[in-house]
């Protein structure tokens, strides 16, 4: 089983920038896409962004398309979502995930284990 625990969150004014990491531990990291998750309360978790295990394949949300990067360190064990021009609509419980193996797809069904969530909150 893979651990995830996510850091880097926390109150940012509208068109300010974060930086989330995702450190993961546990022998099925491997070679897994990993991603980024977003929930706000009464709402579905929606997708963000995902990188396959050589980084070389990348997803974005259409809504975060040009804003957010994702990155890895497969040698940290870290996964990395950079943030820029942040909006208050996204402001949010940010959740690593990991899917169930290395296809480059990351739906809520294919993912494997899930961090404990970071508080985003971008004020207006």
């Known amino acids: 089983q893979v651990q995830l625990v996510e850091s880097g969150g926390g109150l940012v004014q509208a068109g300010g920038s974060l930086r989330l990491s995702c450190v993961a531990s546990?022998?099925?990291?491997?070679?897994?896409?990993m991603g980024w998750f977003r929930q706000v309360p009464g709402k579905e978790r929606e997708f963000v962004a995902s990188?396959?295990?050589?980084?070389?394949?990348?997803a974005y949300a259409n809504s975060v398309q040009g804003r957010f990067t994702i990155s890895r360190d497969n040698a940290k064990n870290t996964v990395y979502l950079q943030m820029i021009s942040l909006k208050p609509e996204e402001t949010a419980v940010y959740y690593c995930?990991?899917?169930?193996?290395?296809?480059?797809?990351?739906?809520?069904?294919?993912?494997?284990?899930w961090g404990q969530g970071t508080q985003v909150t971008v004020s207006s």
């Open positions: 995930a990991a899917a169930v193996d290395e296809a480059g797809d990351l739906s809520i069904g294919r993912v494997l284990a």
């Open positions: 546990g022998r099925t990291f491997n070679r897994n896409t």
């Open positions: 990188v396959t295990w050589s980084g070389l394949s990348k």
